[in-house]
């Protein structure tokens, strides 16, 4: 089993709900191991940069809106195949496909407003560190 980095968002529905205790721990208990955080506010141009690769989607406009609507809080996780292993702890990106025991079907309120982002790839999961932390930031 490989070690792996992976990036996390902790959505605004989540923070505004009080969840990142709850979801961090989660986190903790699956074996992940946090190595930077740090919570944001993020603006437009920010937003629409990270979700570039959806920008042809009917639900840009408003995924966007959403993501810059409070703060959020991103992480990068490390783990054994910790890109795989966030995805199924978060679970489907719809809470009513979500298996029990997820993060998405104890916490999401909708296919939007889903509580946590978790890189789908290697490749995505660099960019997406890259993306919020410089290499110095990377400490844990
Ligand atoms: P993922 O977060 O599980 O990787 P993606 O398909 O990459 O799911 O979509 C990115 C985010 O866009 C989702 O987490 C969710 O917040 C939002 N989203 C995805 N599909 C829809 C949709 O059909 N309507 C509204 N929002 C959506
Ligand atoms: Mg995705």
């Known amino acids: 089993m490989a070690i792996e980095r992976t990036f996390s968002i902790i959505k605004p529905d989540a923070v505004e709900r009080n969840l990142i205790g709850d979801i961090l721990k989660m986190i903790e208990e699956s074996g992940l191991k946090v190595k930077a955080m740090k919570m944001i506010h993020m603006d437009r141009a ?4 990270f979700y570039a690769v959806h920008k042809e989607r009917p639900f840009f406009g408003e995924l966007v809106d959403y993501m810059i609507s409070g703060p959020v809080v991103v992480s990068c996780l490390e783990g054994e195949n910790a890109i795989k292993a ?3 702890l978060m679970g489907a990106t719809n809470p009513a496909d979500a298996a029990e025991g997820t993060i998405r ?6 296919l939007q407003n889903n509580s946590c982002h978790g890189s789908d790839g290697p490749d995505t999961a660099k960019t997406e560190v890259a993306y919020f932390f410089n290499d110095d930031e990377l400490v844990g």
């Open 46 to 49: 920010q937003a629409e940069g």
């Open 86 to 88: 966030y995805r199924e």
């Open 105 to 110: 079907k104890r916490f999401a309120v909708n």
